[in-house]
């Protein structure tokens, strides 16, 4: 059953400091290019950087973090790239889940895993596994993964568990089964690189979220441009369908 009920039916508490962050992490390669570098270096980098923003979110009592890491799209890249992909995924594994454990960091990967090498389905299992215990910040990797694949597999899922259902669904009915049910969703949502679109990213969840964009590639995303981007969240009035009105005789009580 999922903690957490739609922006569109419960106003959810806001706060000066999100709760939940969501990021595509775009411009590896651009960064790459840029420094006439393989590809591959800039993905590198941005392995490193992620290292960065977990550790931002702990200072910062975030406690929800999640990252595009590889959408459903991402297989028509260069099957070099693919590999090399998978690999580091692979290694980011084996080398940072005890260091996520030993800071109470909850990892989860979401998407369509069975796609995926059986030696990087069993990492995933077994890193899951040793984190589940951790609450002080939920990192959840999105690999594989795609918003309207995510409402597909959820309504094929709701529907298997109540077949004799034929018609009146609701939100509720639905929620449960996607697959980010077990957070509240993402107050701010931040794409480095310069492209202004979600990229079939949490189709459903950021609904109400407030999106921030900018022109820097995610190697150089470093805090102080997170810091930017909480900022820019911070002077957001966040209404979900109120008036201002409303929200100032909030303010007022």
């Known amino acids: 059953m999922g903690?957490?009920?739609s922006s569109t039916r419960q106003v959810p508490v806001v706060a000066a400091v999100p709760a939940h962050v969501a990021v595509i992490m775009d411009g590896n390669g651009r960064w790459?290019?840029?420094r006439f570098l393989p590809r591959v270096a800039g993905h590198i980098k941005g392995v490193e950087l992620v290292r960065e923003m977990?550790?931002?979110c702990l200072e910062r009592n975030i406690s929800y973090l999640t990252l595009f890491a590889f959408?459903?799209?991402?297989?028509?890249?260069?099957?070099?790239?693919v590999t090399l992909l998978m690999q580091l995924f692979v290694k980011a594994l084996e080398q940072e889940v005890e260091k996520l454990d030993r800071n109470g960091v909850r990892?989860?990967?979401?998407?369509?895993?069975?796609?995926?090498?059986?030696?990087?389905?069993?990492?995933?299992r077994t890193a899951e596994a040793r984190t589940?215990?951790?609450?002080?910040?939920?990192?959840?990797?999105?690999?594989?993964?795609?918003?309207?694949?995510?409402?597909?597999?959820?309504?094929?899922?709701m529907l298997a568990a109540?077949?004799?259902?034929?018609?009146g669904w609701l939100e509720s009915d639905l929620e449960p089964w996607l697959a980010m049910a077990f957070a509240p969703e993402p107050d701010l949502f931040i794409r480095t690189g310069g492209e202004q679109r979600i990229s079939n990213f949490l189709l459903w969840q950021l609904a109400y979220s407030e999106l921030y964009f900018t022109p820097t590639l995610w190697?150089?995303?470093?805090?102080?441009?997170?810091?930017?981007a909480i900022a820019s969240y911070q002077t957001r009035e966040r209404r979900f369908g109120r008036t201002s009105e409303q929200l100032q005789g909030t303010s007022d009580a």
């Open 3 to 5: 903690l957490f009920s």
């Open 32 to 34: 790459a290019k840029k």
């Open 54 to 56: 977990v550790r931002a």
């Open 71 to 81: 959408s459903s799209e991402n297989w028509r890249r260069p099957q070099e790239e």
């Open 107 to 124: 990892l989860r990967i979401i998407g369509d895993l069975s796609r995926f090498e059986p030696r990087l389905q069993e990492l995933i």
């Open 132 to 157: 589940a215990g951790n609450s002080r910040l939920q990192l959840t990797i999105a690999a594989n993964y795609g918003g309207r694949w995510d409402i597909m597999q959820a309504t094929n899922r």
């Open 162 to 167: 109540q077949p004799d259902k034929r018609a």
């Open 219 to 228: 190697p150089d995303f470093d805090t102080a441009e997170f810091d930017r």
